[in-house]
């Protein structure tokens, strides 16, 4: 493999329309010239504007995925999809941060499909607190944030990691993101770009953030690149399918 890209990871589900999941992260991945690996953590059935059925990796496999990868090679940062639980999420980071302290995480916090499936099992309500302290950046959208964060939206950021807080359903500002960081917080408004919904696109944002911040862009500055590619992903087509180009 080449020496001159970083090594980022995604871990998240394997959606066979390629427009959300490991296949829509691998194809961020290498528009970014960064070097991608993946480990699956369920296979689906589902297009991408109908969600069937879900079938869940058994996490210790997962685990010794990631165990062989890390001990193989320097991942810089990793991705964090769908898993089935917040018990399930926090033995991941556990694991990563044993065998690679440095390595940077992001969590995408996928908890429902847009067609309502749920994916994540919130109620074993571990503390949130401590997992989020093991993350560099969570990107919920608002449905999302309430879930994880009842009491949450506000100006200040009351976590121990950062927050991204997506604005493609902000009814308020359509598109506009929150970057809620330690001691301040951004607004990241769209451009006039002609965007379309897309399945996945929460995916590609996230993927397009670890990529950027594997080529050692701040978080500020891979968030506001990231914004750039994912709009750009969301004009190129009036389909739930986009095309990836930087």
Known sequence: MSENRPFVLTIAGLDPSG???????????????????????????QTENQFYEIQWTDLSFVIR???????????????????????DLNQILSIIKQLSPSTKIVWDPVLKSTTKFEFMNTEDQFDLNKILSKIDLITPNFHEAEILFPDYISKENRFSTNILLKGGHNEKALGTDHLFLKD???????????????????????????????????????????????????????????????
């Open 19 to 45: 427009g959300a999941g490991i296949l829509a992260d691998i194809k961020t991945f290498e528009q970014h010239k960064v070097t991608g690996f993946a480990i699956s953590t369920a296979n689906t059935i």
């Open 65 to 87: 995925s990631i165990e062989t990868l890390f001990l193989n090679y320097k991942i810089s940062v990793v991705k964090i999809g769908i898993v089935s639980s917040l018990h």
């Open 184 to 246: 301040e917080m951004l607004e990241l408004l769209p451009s006039e770009k002609n965007c379309f919904e897309k399945h996945g696109s929460g995916c590609v944002l996230s993927s397009a953030i670890t990529s950027n911040l594997a080529l050692n862009q701040t978080l500020i500055e891979a968030c506001k690149n990231a914004k750039i590619y994912i709009e750009n992903y969301l004009s190129s087509t009036t389909t739930l399918i986009g095309y990836h180009y930087v």
